[in-house]
Each structure stands twice: as C-alpha cells, then as structure tokens.
C-alpha cells in the first residue's frame, strides 16, 4: 500500500513489458483498467487522462501498460486496457500488528 497523491500527480509511462522486464527498484500498487468506446492506443493521451487520477490515488509514480484489447463484436468497437501502477519501492517498515 502507498499513500494516496493529488490526482493531478506526474507519472511516467514505462515500459515493463516482458521482453523488457520490470525496471529495478519498483513495487507493483494494483492496476487500472479503462475500456473505451473507440478503438485507442494505450498511449492516447485522452486514456491517458482516465489513467491518471485512478493511478495517483494508488499512490502511483509510473505506469505501464499490462494488457492492451482492440475489439469489435458487430455491435460495436473498442479497447479494454489494463495499466499497471508503481512506484519506487520503499525500505520494509515495521509489521503492521492487529
């Protein structure tokens, strides 16, 4: 868990994809998915927009793109993405006891 930020906070969009690996020295917060009407890139900067708040409220300082869907089912189309959130992990503290 990490403290929430402003909404508004920066982030970085990264690349942890496989091929590339996770970046050292980052903690996995959760994830953001966002499914939107029109078929979108996972850097548009308008999902970008849906991204961000979401990610910062997690406690986010990066981003990267953890599953990436176009479809079209006769009805309509879109894209479901899924962002995973990160920050720079932090020395353990003390256990938590309850």
Not at 52 to 57: G, I, M
Request: charged share 20%.
């Amino acid at each position: 868990m990490a403290p929430p930020r402003p909404l508004d906070c920066a982030l970085q969009l990264i690349d942890a994809s496989p091929a590339s690996g996770i970046p050292a020295g980052l903690e996995l917060l959760g994830y953001v998915r966002v499914i939107h009407d029109e078929g979108r890139s996972p850097n548009d900067p308008e999902v970008l927009k849906l991204v961000k708040p979401e990610a910062c409220k997690l406690g986010g300082e990066q981003v990267s793109v953890g599953a990436s869907l176009n479809f079209t089912n006769g009805l309509r189309s879109g894209s479901s993405l899924v962002y995973a959130v990160w920050r720079h992990a932090v020395a353990p503290g003390k256990p938590i006891t309850f």
